[in-house]
């Protein structure tokens, strides 16, 4: 089974940027997708990026235009860049892939107003 781990997590002001980056055990497939998900304090966990072996990548509409999802299959990295940050952007970030019970520990972070 892939293991999975987030890093790049951290507090950053309202408006600021962070990059998440995801790093795999293993080399990812041409039919991989990976997710990114956010967990909020007392709410459940949302699929907040996708993207496939392709390139396609999807967004909630909560993040559309200010998160980009990208993956360099070669470092086996899927990486989110998040821009224009706002404070409901802050929880704990994991990567997934689909399909698979593969899931990193998560990183925090953390938007202040």
């Known amino acids: 089974q892939v293991q999975l781990a987030e890093s790049g997590g951290g507090l950053v002001q309202a408006g600021g940027s962070l990059r998440l980056s995801c790093a795999a055990s293993r080399s990812f497939f041409s039919i991989d997708v990976i997710d990114w998900h956010r967990q909020a304090p007392g709410k459940q966990r949302e699929l907040v990026a996708t993207?496939?072996?392709?390139?396609?990548?999807n967004y909630a509409d909560s993040v559309k235009g200010r998160f980009t999802i990208s993956r360099d299959n070669a470092k086996n990295m899927v990486y989110l860049q998040m821009d224009s940050l706002k404070p409901e952007d802050t929880g704990v970030y994991y990567c997934?892939?689909?399909?698979?019970?593969?899931w990193g520990q998560g990183t925090q972070v953390t938007v202040s107003s």
């Open positions: 997934n892939l689909r399909g698979t019970n593969s």
């Open positions: 993207i496939t072996g392709r390139g396609f990548t």
